[in-house]
């Protein structure tokens, strides 16, 4: 299994722990929000749930669909926080059709948008950068 596949696993498995967060009472305050900013909603863990999947069944089928994986998952949680840090709520769980550009402080816009700029972040340099540095090594 080559870094690309591996790669693909521990995002399956980061998704899958950003699920647990929303039922470890540690990480949950006084008004049901998971670390003070995320509100837990089923659409939330729907959607990591099914990033979760995919990842894993991009590693389980090839490197090809685990580079895929990482070009449109990282276009796609990145793009979402930007619009977070920009208007106070994403796409991917609906926020900007549900409540709108929301009236929130930068810092709270940074970081409730950060998880979502970091791992689209990281899964480009995946998808576009580590993918074709390492492919030439796949087929040698």
């Not at 709520?89 to 940074?110: A, E, H, M």
């Not at 580590?130 to 087929?139: F, I, K």
């Amino acid at each position: 299994m080559d870094i690309i596949r591996l790669c693909a696993w521990g995002y399956a498995a980061l998704l899958g722990f950003v699920i647990l967060t929303g039922y470890i009472p540690a990480f949950i305050d006084a008004n049901d929000m998971i670390f003070g900013l995320f509100r837990r909603t089923w659409y939330a863990d729907g959607l990591h749930l099914v990033s979760a999947l995919w990842a894993a069944a991009a590693a389980m089928t090839s490197r090809r669909a685990s580079e895929l994986f990482f070009q449109l998952f990282g276009v796609f949680y990145f793009a979402d926080g930007v619009l977070g840090l920009l208007t106070g709520s994403g796409y991917l769980d609906f926020g900007i059709l549900i409540n709108g550009v929301l009236n929130l402080p930068l810092s709270t816009r940074i970081f409730a948008n950060a998880p979502h700029l970091g791992l689209g972040g990281v899964a480009i340099l995946i998808g576009y950068l580590l993918v074709p540095r390492t492919r030439a090594a796949v087929h040698a």
